[in-house]
């Protein structure tokens, strides 16, 4: 059987720690941070490693808000999509995660940055 890009991650712990380090990286950069302000990020990690766990192809159920209402009214840009986008390429290639497993994690991401992104600038 062919393994799944979950699988490759690691599973699910790996990818909670993967969004652990994401998350540090993510309040660290002025650019972005003050987006998570009021934000409890126990729980956002909890629902982004469900999150990136079930559209790797884990069997993990993601029970947080759609990506469309969960970023609604939000006016987040293309260069802020960018800059989170970088965060998630760059914490994977610190665990070591080889690039064509990183760009399939990015690609499935993509996927969604239509209905994340609602501002031009
Ligand atoms: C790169 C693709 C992205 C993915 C996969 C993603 C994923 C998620 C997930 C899974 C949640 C949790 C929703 C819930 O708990 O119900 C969430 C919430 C949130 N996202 Fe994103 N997101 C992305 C991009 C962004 C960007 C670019 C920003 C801002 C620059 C952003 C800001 C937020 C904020 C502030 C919340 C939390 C709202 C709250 O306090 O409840 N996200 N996102």
Request: hydrophobic letters at 40%; zero cysteines; aromatic letters at 10%.
């Amino acid at each position: 059987m062919t393994e799944t890009l979950y699988e490759r991650l690691g599973g699910e712990d790996a990818i909670a720690a993967v969004v652990d380090d994401f998350y540090d990286r993510v309040l660290a950069d002025e650019q972005v941070a003050y987006y998570f302000e009021d934000t409890n990020m126990q729980k956002q990690r909890a629902h982004q490693t469900q999150f990136i766990s079930s559209v790797t192809g884990g069997p993990v159920e993601y029970t947080g808000t759609e990506m469309d209402a969960a970023h609604e009214g939000m006016g987040i840009n293309a260069a802020e999509f960018g800059a989170i986008a970088t965060h998630l390429e760059e914490t994977l290639a610190e665990y070591d995660v080889p690039e064509g497993d990183r760009e399939a994690v990015l690609e499935e991401i993509a996927g969604y940055r239509d209905v994340i992104v609602t501002a031009s600038e």
